[in-house]
């Protein structure tokens, strides 16, 4: 995970107060109810975005039984439209694909947002974070844990210390992460719970040791690898807590819906939790969505190679006994090669700009990383591994180019997270191996750590979008959820318009993707991203009728008109859906939207305008 939500867009661009005239077209027209082929519903009147590079436009369609039947005209639409067809006025509205997240963590962190929410995104200070905090636990005196997502590195004048969690919360472990998820804050008891119970664990994750006393001072540098369960059982959280878990997991999934998001990737599964993922299944709790699960794969695991081995195996098992059209799991494994910008633990090939002795640290040597890659391809498992630095990024190409000219080419898919800082010379293997960069552009936002530490040369080349899929990459995209907002139109916007926490246009605008290109890479894209793009990602005869109505065009968001009329800040980009549908059924309605016109059984036309 990496860069910035709450304080996402903290520039507002207005003219003061602008009265916008809104007139629309009116249609009359008739549609006799004596179809061949009639459908449970067609949609006439639409701005029907396909995201079919074939068939991109078009403003009708038909589906039935929860799959698409006709994609185009209105004088074709009439076939499809029989005694029993629902008709709905698309009243010229844009309607897309349902959006597919190919990186985000809405089970595992979304579950665990019970025990840390992620509240301290909207903290300015440390004293808001502390107000926070102090506030959790007085609300929860039974909860086991007190945590939170989202402070940053910047609001600690002497970082995050131990002592200064002691002074709020003392009788309980306090476990913080940082917005980008790579930091972490301890209090003294979860210091001490964590070496208690799992030794071994508590040191993945870095702990920084004082120089002077050789004590832990409470920051952890690779805080990625958290995983609670390490240190407190199932039994130990009780009964409530996976309630609470299954009840937060529900409500970020159902906030997704909300903004046009109908499958996500979660990329980030602990076996420790696939129980209570399909628990949480079996309760119908994934019956509006469409989820896939990658499985993380720590560097430790590399020790034991045959346990290694026969847990994968044991994970594609799963896949294949618990599969169906709302879960995947079993397919695809998480790595990290390296951190985030923001405490210098991304890999680089140059030192970092504000510490001429600091290149970065990677999780994994060369030959490391290229043996458990190996593992995984034999084992037929798509790779995809977390690089946020140039160093990082070649160290993962190095590693995916010789398993395939090891093991044979074959449609692996493996992809490059995030992938902030390929150089030039490393997209044709990219392009040749068929590697996916699988990109989140809510991070281009930035911040000043990162502006400090690649200084502005490099960041013309941060992120470089419209040249990856130029040298011939796909490129997908996601939002990194809870490292930013699970609404793509922030990512939309970002991608179109390339502005940066300073609300400048001056971080290598050349790379800017229109936003029907952002659209194209937020579902075609993906949904190949996460191997499913026979089935979602486009509105194409044969797929789901996963898609998704909206109020406002979001293809006018880069316009100079919207920007002077809207002010562009987190939360201003949340009511833009109406409706959205998974497999032609209403799964998000927004309050007051009719998605239906009353009429007798009797009728034998519907008349809409």
């Not at 929410?117 to 506030?135: G, H, W």
């Not at 552009?441 to 899929?469: I, N, T, V």
């Not at 993906?526 to 194409?540: D, H, K, P, Q, V």
Request: hydrophobic letters at 40%.
């Amino acid at each position: 995970m990496k860069n910035n939500c709450r304080n996402f867009f903290l520039f507002s661009i207005s003219i003061g107060i602008i009265i916008l005239l809104l007139s629309g077209c009116s249609v009359n027209q008739t549609l006799q109810r004596t179809g061949s082929r009639p459908a449970d519903l067609v949609i006439v009147n639409a701005k029907i975005f396909t995201s079919n590079a074939r068939q991109p436009y078009a403003d009708s369609i038909a589906v039935k039984g929860g799959r698409i039947t006709y994609v185009g005209s209105f004088e074709g639409a009439g076939d499809f439209v029989g005694p029993d067809t629902h008709i709905m006025d698309g009243k010229e509205r844009l309607i897309t694909p349902g959006f597919v997240d190919n990186h985000c963590h809405v089970l595992w962190i979304g579950g665990m947002s019970y025990l840390q929410p992620p509240d301290l995104f909207e903290c300015v200070t440390m004293n808001d974070i502390l107000a926070k905090v102090r506030e959790r636990a007085r609300k929860n005196p039974g909860l086991p844990v007190i945590g939170g997502i989202g402070w940053r590195m910047n609001q600690l004048p002497e970082g995050p210390r131990k002592e200064i969690l002691d002074s709020v919360v003392s009788d309980r472990p306090v476990m913080l992460m940082s917005y980008s998820g790579q930091a972490g804050w301890l209090n003294s008891r979860a210091i001490k719970l964590m070496r208690e119970r799992n030794p071994a664990a508590f040191e993945r994750l870095a702990p920084v040791r004082d120089k002077k006393t050789g004590e832990y001072t409470g920051e952890c540098r690779r805080y990625h690898v958290v995983n609670i369960l390490d240190y407190l059982s199932w039994e130990e959280l009780g009964a409530k807590v996976q309630e609470g878990i299954m009840k937060a997991t529900t409500d970020i999934l159902d906030e997704a819906l909300s903004y046009g998001v109908t499958t996500m990737h979660d990329v980030q599964i602990y076996p420790e939790f696939i129980p209570l993922i399909l628990k949480f299944r079996d309760r119908g709790g994934l019956d509006k969505v469409r989820v896939r699960g990658a499985f993380f794969v720590g560097r430790e695991r590399l020790e034991n190679p045959v346990r290694l081995k026969k847990d994968l195996s044991q994970w594609k098992a799963i896949g294949q006994n618990e599969n169906g059209p709302h879960l995947r799991l079993g397919q695809s494994l998480k790595f990290y090669i390296d951190g985030t910008l923001d405490n210098r633990t991304s890999f680089l090939l140059s030192p970092y700009s504000d510490d001429p002795t600091r290149y970065g640290t990677p999780d994994w040597s060369q030959e490391e990383f290229n043996r458990v890659v190996d593992i995984a391809d034999k084992l037929k498992l798509q790779c995809l591994t977390h690089n946020t630095g140039d160093a990082g990024a070649r160290r993962v190409i190095n590693a995916y180019e010789r398993a395939m000219k090891v093991n044979g080419m074959r449609d692996a898919r493996h992809t490059l997270e995030h992938c902030e800082m390929p150089v030039p010379e490393d997209w044709p293997r990219m392009a040749r191996y068929g590697m996916i960069a699988s990109m989140q552009p809510q991070h281009f936002y930035g911040d000043e750590m990162c502006e400090k530490a690649l200084g502005f040369e490099r960041l013309q080349g941060w992120m470089p979008w419209k040249s990856l899929e130029s040298a011939g990459v796909r490129v997908s995209f996601g939002t990194d959820w809870a490292a930013g907002p699970i609404n793509p139109a922030y990512g939309l916007i970002l991608a179109a318009l390339r502005v940066n926490f300073r609300g400048d246009r001056n971080w290598g605008t050349d790379e800017a993707v229109d936003i029907e290109t952002g659209i194209r890479h937020w579902t075609a894209d993906s949904a190949y991203n996460l191997f499913m793009e026979n089935e979602i990602g486009t509105l194409e005869v044969g797929k789901y009728a996963d898609l998704v109505i909206f109020n406002k065009d979001l293809r006018e968001m880069s316009t100079p008109w919207f920007i002077l009329t809207h002010k562009i800040e987190l939360g201003a980009l949340d009511d833009f859906v109406d409706v959205t549908m998974l497999a032609g059924q209403p799964v998000y309605v927004k309050k007051g939207v009719l998605l239906d016109f009353p009429r007798k059984k009797d009728d034998r036309e519907h008349t809409y305008q």
